[in-house]
């Protein structure tokens, strides 16, 4: 009886391990490919073979040394300016407007709510080409703070993960420190942040990201800057019919280039960006 | 209290929104006094070869350029500007892709360049929209410049911007340790020879620009209606023409050598099986890395149509530069715009990056004359159709078609290829 | 399931949905608090002293003269903000609303062309669309200013009161003090809700005026002023021009199909590789979830710009099928209108899995250990136990997630724009291919047609899809119980 429940087990998990094996060969493999791509050292851009013939790392110093075209370092460093900045104000905007909804009690908090849940239910398109106008109103179209501006703007509308969260901290702290004689203020910075660091990872990753995968936003803000692109666009438009034949092998180092930051990051953060998207998200 | 707290943040954001606003009425009717005070005279150059700009001095402009070209443009603008040792001109050099050009001058014309770089196929939207500023020198641009580039940069009658290029068209790029020169004169002898040695011949059917060639080559004709932008077709013989040359190339696609394909996807298969591509100059260089000196370029072949050999008629585009409407300066922006497209700068495009000139002496320059793609396109574009302004619907509609004849299995009956051309011609004029 | 167990995205939609029902309410509690409003505004005039009064002209002079000197600037400051916006800058355009804009194109000179037509050089047309964007500007400012201005007839009779009363008028360090306390909502969101009233709100608004415009490609500074037009552009959608007509209920149709086939491959998909992932007895369960999640950090314009070639006519995915041996002729990916969209159904599960996997894996564990227990006990099979315990409770605990998916999908640009760009073409349609989602369309008709209105006004109706479709579906859902609870 034992003895087949084992063997029933072990066979499930041979099973479990074969296809756990597959589908990750499957979702790794454009990512393999991608990095292959890069270190091909012979021409043709299209070819039916997965390794190449010669290796070299020749794309990748042509990425940072040829710029007259594509200034690929100095749009890294554009990126992971705006980045870093957008990020800092998204996670304050998106910490302070959750920890507002679920501590505090105040008359029009329902509507505020309300508002922020029916606006992302509009598709953002259209909205681009005012946006684009009152930037140019306080004369920062083309310049990496209205695309920071941008992309840290509208992150409060996502409260509802991390107020989720701040839900399931008890209350029962608070108003300890209250009696204590703290003010809101203190509580919010001296007892819940500290308490509060898997979303607060969470929204730091998840706005960092952002800014590196955008393609749509800075063509319109940057016009013909192109010292402010960033990357994503910038990768978008080595990728465009015509440029691709020429810089096929820029893009895909340049792609990898991109995902280092980002996978190291991710990676590292992974156990809090799982906690804090599940403590959000479910606990209730 | 609270609402307190609310009103101070208020006025401050109002206070810096008067502001920022008194910036903006101040830079608004500075624009308003220079559309006032743009009155065109007819700027010619004189005996020296200098242009007639005016009183205009001080002169800011900005000219944008692709990616590719920032280098020559720079030292062509700078040439410019020492013809003018005694006015201070300050002209920028931006980077603008010119099939971007036409996104960024409608977003914002007030950011847009001066002078811009624009295909033919963008000139309807920009003249509609206003954006564009009619030629002045009209005599001498027109003298100067192929017949075609000048039809392609006129709308409705009034030609708006400087014929630039005359090389945004396709030709044959083969391989010439598989097909000879003379086996590329014919499309039928062409597949012949590939699928002999096992190779193919790649067309990329899925876009309007090169599937347009199925009809065009049994003489589908057609003629801009400027009131409402649609198209008036017509066929130089009749409709059964078409059809029977749509089944032509339909039949070489179903026999298996004729390949539909992207053209980034052709490029590549040099280094596979293809024997030849149907390409832009632009992949010139990106071929000749693969093949190297085996790289051949010819004109479009003739294809054989119920036992009649016709030459493949294609789409020849154009790029041309534009002076927008509401420059500060039209004299000089148009000067410059006719200096940057004259015969000079356009011989230098052809030298330093092998750009097709729609300038007639400019084609005439050794470095056209001798190099074997551009003499090519040269040819081709006798057996041309001008890429003037076409209906927003005409891509797409080819696209259709053409994917429609290279799809494995596609009905060639001369219904399904009549019904097909019907709903093609229909859906050109979706505007 | 009691109020308190509802997570925050139940509350959320429950918000929502009483938010679309109460909206009579509202609009009655609105006009009753702008009429109290204005009954309390004469009657502080009435009952206060010169000093009030006068506050009602120059803003803050009550406060000012009674000792809250920074805060009676302050007002007054606001006050000359105001007047010296208004004249400088937005009176102009407010006056143009109506109209936006009455300047036409007019001939400045006639140019000779040397052919059977003359050019002229013309005039600029007003640029209608910067006249509605500050126009809408300066309408919220307006809005603004006047709530300013009432606080502040308030707060000059209060100070008064608070004077007679014998007490000493707040100083203006204690009222900041406040903020951090008793006011702290205050602020913690007036940096967030100025940041999204600007970009977000004032934005969002121009967007649906222009659907009521004539803002199309023919319609555009500096050649042509644009109008007013009701709702033509919707009469065009609902079948007064037949094609744009059958094309918004044709890519409707796909998009709802779409939005549930992507939502659900994902969910449940990813939910079986969790719980093969994070099965007892499975070792390195770091390393299997690495696997998937590294395609999270690689920019999804990337990995999909990259996927349209694999999966291209002689892409590497069809020249390994055709090595194997697998098919004779290439499989039509993106070229053939169902195949292509069963593609991107695929693609886009590639993409999601990994997001369900790290969002479901917390969720998984905190299934009871007893419903398992006594499913073996009954000797259910594996299959069973997930249709039966799994999926139920996941469904139960996770349906506002399923909906914000959902309504994400439906909103979901990237993997159709860079996989098939709206491909394979449809003649039949307008200006749209067989993968196209109404989103899709709408870029599309905004950036490439400049048809901003028709793209407005389909803007406009996918909201009106995704807000339907989440009050259905939380209407339909277990966690629709005991709502009324909630408050």
């Known amino acids: 009886m034992i003895k087949s429940y084992k063997v029933k087990k072990s066979l499930a998990d041979t099973i479990i391990y074969t296809l756990l094996t597959i589908m990750g060969a499957i979702w790794v493999f454009p990512l393999f490919w991608i990095v292959m791509q890069s270190l091909r050292g012979e021409g043709g851009n299209y070819v039916a073979y997965i390794i190449p013939h010669n290796f070299t790392l020749k794309h990748f110093i042509d990425l940072f040394t040829e710029k007259v075209v594509f200034d690929y370092p100095r749009w890294f460093l554009n990126t992971l300016f705006v980045s870093i900045c957008s990020c800092i104000i998204s996670t304050f905007s998106v910490l302070m407007v959750s920890y507002t909804f679920s501590r505090l009690r105040f008359k029009s908090r329902k509507f505020f709510m309300n508002f922020g849940m029916i606006l992302g239910m509009f598709p953002g398109f259209m909205t681009m080409i005012a946006i684009y106008y009152l930037l140019k109103l306080v004369n920062l179209t083309g310049t990496l703070a209205a695309l920071i501006i941008c992309y840290s703007a509208g992150a409060s509308l996502g409260y509802f993960i991390s107020k989720g969260f701040f839900d399931t901290i008890p209350r ?10 703290a003010t809101k203020n203190q509580i919010f910075w001296k007892i819940i942040l500290p308490m509060s660091k898997p979303i607060v990872v969470y929204t730091v990753l998840t706005s960092f990201i952002g800014p590196w995968a955008d393609f749509i936003l800075v063509r319109i803000i940057m016009g013909d800057k192109t010292p402010n692109y960033t990357v994503a666009y910038g990768l978008y438009t080595m990728s465009n019919d015509k440029n691709i034949k020429k810089f096929y092998f820029q893009f895909c180092s340049g792609a990898v280039v991109v995902a280092i930051p980002i996978t190291i990051l991710f990676l590292n953060m992974q156990k809090y960006y799982v906690e804090g998207v599940t403590g959000g998200a479910v606990k209730g | 209290m609270t609402k307190k707290t609310l009103a101070i943040i208020l006025a401050a954001m109002m206070l810096i929104a008067s502001l920022a606003a008194c910036g903006d009425g101040g830079t608004e009717s500075k624009t308003d006094s220079a559309t006032d005070s743009k009155v065109e005279s007819t700027v010619s150059a004189d005996e020296t070869g200098l242009w007639d700009l005016g009183d205009e001095n001080n002169i800011t402009l900005k000219v944008w350029g692709p990616s590719t070209q920032q280098e020559l443009l720079g030292k062509q603008v700078e040439a410019f500007k020492a013809l003018y040792p005694d006015l201070t001109m300050d002209i920028e050099i931006g980077q603008c892709e010119e099939s971007e050009a036409q996104t960024q001058v409608r977003n914002d014309i007030e950011a847009a360049a001066d002078i811009f770089a624009f295909p033919s196929d963008h000139l309807e939207n920009l ?108 066929y130089t013989t009749d409709e059964n023409a078409v059809v029977a040359s749509i089944q032509a190339f339909g039949k070489l696609f179903q026999d298996g050598t004729l390949v539909a394909a992207g053209t980034d996807v052709a490029v590549s298969a040099f280094t596979t099986d293809a024997a030849a591509i149907i390409d832009g100059t632009w992949d010139a260089a990106a071929i000749k890395d693969l093949l190297g000196d085996n790289m051949g370029a010819a004109k479009l072949p003739t294809i054989s149509v119920n036992g009649e050999d016709k030459q493949i008629i294609n789409l020849f585009g154009y790029k041309m530069l534009g002076v927008k409407s509401s420059t500060a300066f039209p004299k000089t922006a148009h000067a410059l715009a006719e200096y940057l497209s004259g015969a000079e700068c356009q011989t230098e495009k052809a030298t330093e990056l092998s750009i097709g000139p729609s300038n007639l002496e400019a084609a005439k320059s050794d470095a056209v004359v001798n190099n074997e793609v551009l003499k090519a396109v040269n040819e081709q574009s006798a057996f041309s159709i001008p890429q003037t302004s076409i209906a927003g619907g005409f891509w797409n509609a080819h696209k259709a078609l053409g994917e429609y004849i290279s799809a494995a299995g596609a009905d060639l009956s001369d219904e399904a290829i009549k019904a097909q051309l019907d709903d093609c011609l229909e859906a050109t004029n979706d505007i | 399931m009691d109020n308190g167990s509802m997570n925050a995205f139940q509350k959320v939609l429950f918000k929502i949905k009483s938010f679309f029902v109460g909206i009579p309410k509202v609009l009655f509690a609105f006009f009753f608090a702008i009429g109290n409003v204005l009954y309390k505004y004469g009657k502080r005039f009435k009952d206060g002293d010169f000093a009030v009064k006068l506050s009602y002209i120059i803003m803050g002079f009550g406060n000012a003269v009674r000792g809250q000197i920074i805060k009676g600037i302050l007002f007054l400051l606001a006050e000359a903000a105001y007047i010296l916006y208004m004249v400088s800058f937005g009176w102009q355009y407010i006056s143009e609303m109506f109209t936006l804009g009455t300047v036409h194109r007019s001939i400045i000179e006639m140019v000779d062309t040397g052919s059977s037509r ?36 308030k707060s000059a009779f209060k100070v008064m009161q608070t004077v007679k009363e014998g007490k000493k008028p707040a100083t203006f360090m204690s009222e900041l003090k406040e903020l951090l306390d008793s006011k702290f909502h205050c602020t913690m969101l007036t940096f967030p809700s100025l940041l999204v009233g600007i970009f977000t709100v004032i934005p969002l608004i121009f967007m649906i005026l222009i659907a009521f415009t004539s803002f199309d490609s023919n319609h555009q500074y500096p050649g042509f002023s644009f109008q007013w037009v009701g709702l033509e552009n919707f009469y065009d959608i609902f079948g007064g021009n037949a094609k744009k007509a059958a094309t918004f209920v044709s890519l409707t149709k796909w998009t709802l199909i779409w939005a549930v086939f992507a939502t659900f491959t994902n969910y449940i998909a990813g939910m079986i590789v969790a719980l093969m992932i994070n099965k007892k007895g499975i070792r390195f369960k770091s390393f299997f979830r690495t696997m998937f999640v590294l395609s999270v950090a690689v920019p999804q314009f990337v990995t999909l710009l990259l996927m349209r070639q694999m999966l291209n006519k002689y892409g ?97 640009f990237n993997v159709i724009y860079l996989l098939t760009a709206g491909q394979p073409t449809n003649l039949s349609l307008y200006n749209a291919g067989d993968t196209d989602l109404l989103v899709t369309w709408l870029f599309a008709l905004s950036l490439n047609k400049n048809n901003y209105n028709l793209a407005a006004a389909v803007g406009i109706l996918v909201f009106v899809v995704c807000a339907g479709v989440s009050l259905l579906t939380y209407n339909f859902s277990n966690s629709a119980k005991n709502e009324e609870e909630f408050s």
């Open chain 1, 172 to 181: 029962a702290l608070d108003e300890a420190a209250t009696i204590d004689g």
């Open chain 2, 127 to 234: 003249v509609s929209s206003g954006s564009l500023g009619a030629v002045v020198n009209y005599g001498t641009v027109t003298a100067a410049n192929d017949a075609n580039s000048v039809a392609a940069a006129t709308y409705d009658d009034i030609l708006y911007a400087y014929p630039l290029t005359a090389d945004n068209s396709y030709i044959i790029f083969y391989d010439k340790t598989v097909l000879g020169a003379e086996d590329v004169t014919s499309l039928d002898k062409m597949c012949e020879v590939a699928a002999a040695a096992g190779k193919k011949i790649y067309v990329d059917a899925g876009n309007g620009f090169y599937a347009c060639i199925f009809s065009f080559t049994g003489g589908l004709t057609m003629k801009h209606n400027y009131a409402d932008g649609t198209e008036t077709y017509g």
């Open chain 3, 118 to 153: 003359t050019s002229a050089t013309l005039s600029t047309a007003s640029n209608s669309m910067l006249i509605m964007l500050f126009g809408l500007l300066t309408i919220f400012i307006t809005v603004a200013f006047l709530a300013i201005y009432v606080i502040s007839t």
């Open chain 3, 316 to 412: 590497i995915i069809n020249e390994m099928l055709t090595t194997f041996g697998w098919i004779q002729t290439e499989v039509p990916f993106l070229t053939d209108a169902f195949t292509a969209r069963v593609t991107v159904i695929v693609v886009n599960m590639w993409v999601g899995i990994p997001y369900t996997i790290l969002i479901t894996s917390g969720i998984l564990m905190n299934i009871p250990e007893e419903l398992y227990e006594s499913a073996k006990i009954d000797g259910a099979t594996p299959v069973v136990t997930f249709f039966k315990i799994t999926l139920p409770y996941m469904l139960f605990v996770t349906t506002p997630y399923l909906i914000t998916q959902f309504i994400g999908n439906i909103n979901n």
